[in-house]
């Protein structure tokens, strides 16, 4: 399911006219009627991070592969959503898509037949063995189902949920980074003594369930995550959603997170974040890229949430290889290059987090603790995905939960609700 995500950043090349303009790479070269032509589609902004490395993999396939071109067009996620299953099953489909990741996505377009098998090429070049196993369940679908069984996409870059901190505001009220779940919580409390509302937060979209997510999380073990995620069995009534919920309600009342937040958006946590007036925002590497580039009024870093084994996290979205490709080989050689250190390098120095890079190599300091952090979370299998995916729509859900939570609606009936929402989902 898809998760939103700032829109500048990752989402969208902005919306483009339907499925037909090409732009980066060598799409302004002129090829000769002998030169062989891979076609690939992908809907990120030319100077993300993905779009700059991209480019670097187009032009060392050009460079491997004489007389292979590739022609690139750009598109918009949401026409790319609309359009796929048509797309993929004319002649018109192209040889290597950019594509999201999970049930209602890639797993729908492989329960159709209309994706390329890349198990094996995932052993000939390695996938199976680069890859860690949390970001290899985002690649692999059993009858459409996450998780196990076929590869039919392969990500090159990852996403995980982390604490992003203004440290001007830490060193003005001498707080001290938090490494544990006490001192953090003792961190908000320090901040509202203060004065300020410690942690920005968006109650009308994503980042409100996020933060009762990782509030879970703080109680999760492995066999939580499986049966909230991939088989049905949560309970919202046990220790975990039980603390969570209770949290999120007691930060609120105690003012860690504002109760007007409950109609921001995301953007306006962000926004929040940038300005330098909330200490503290827990959201995921794509805000990365933006403030990296916007923040020059203060010093800023992120830390794994403190105490949690767990974040919210996923491989990022897929290449795939659509089943009427012509150049099927062609496009998992240019699928492997994504994953080759020049390229994986390039990502983190840009920003974002590769599934495969070398951390000798990244050369900034903030970017370099963005990696070794995901490293360290990949590391204990920590990835506990999102928490709008286990069934269709519960995106929707888990937002109007968390703005009752936010308005005084009590925990008990806000998790009772969450559990017929989640029961529903599972049995349709």
Known sequence: MFRPRRMPV???????????????????????ASDHVLTLWHYEDADSAMGVAWNEAIKEFEQQNPGWKVKVTHTSFEQIQKTAPMLLNSKNAPDVMEYNKGNATAGLLSK??????????????????????????????????????????????AEYAMVYYNKDLFKKYGIAVPTT??????????????????LANGGAEYPAQQYLYELALQKADPSWIKAYEETGK?????????????????????????????SQKAQDMGDAF???????????????????????KFDWGTFLIPGNTYAAGAGGNLWVVPKNSEHADMAEKFIDLTLQPTVQNLLANKGQ????????????????????????LVGRNGLAYY?????????????????NLM??????????????????????
């Open 10 to 32: 990752l989402l969208a090349a902005a919306a483009l006219t339907a499925l037909g303009i090409t732009g980066c790479g060598s799409s302004g070269s002129s090829s000769s």
């Open 112 to 157: 159709e037949g209309l994706l390329t098998d890349l198990t094996p090429a995932a052993k000939q070049y390695g996938w199976d063995a680069k890859l860690p196993a949390n970001i290899q369940a985002t690649s692999r679908y059993t009858n459409g189902v996450m998780g196990s069984g076929e590869w039919y996409g392969v990500p090159d870059y």
């Open 181 to 198: 779940w006490d001192q953090f919580t003792a961190a908000l409390a320090e901040f509202k003594a203060a004065g300020i509302t410690p």
């Open 234 to 262: 949560a309970n919202f009534h046990d220790a975990a959603w039980t603390y969570a919920a209770n949290t999120f309600a007691d930060w609120v009342k105690k003012g860690y997170i504002a109760k007007n937040s409950v």
């Open 274 to 296: 940038e300005a330098g007036t909330s200490p503290m925002m827990i959201s995921g590497d794509w805000w990365y890229g933006g403030f990296e580039t916007e923040i020059t």
């Open 353 to 376: 987090v590769p599934v495969a890079a070398d951390t000798s190599a990244i050369t900034d300091p903030r970017a370099k603790a963005l990696v070794q952090n995901y490293q360290t």
């Open 387 to 403: 928490p709008d995916w286990p069934v269709p729509n519960f995106y929707a859900t888990l937002t109007s939960a968390t703005q």
């Open 407 to 428: 308005n005084g609606q009590s925990p008990d009936s806000v998790l009772s609700s969450l559990q017929t929402a989640y029961d529903s989902g599972f049995s349709k």
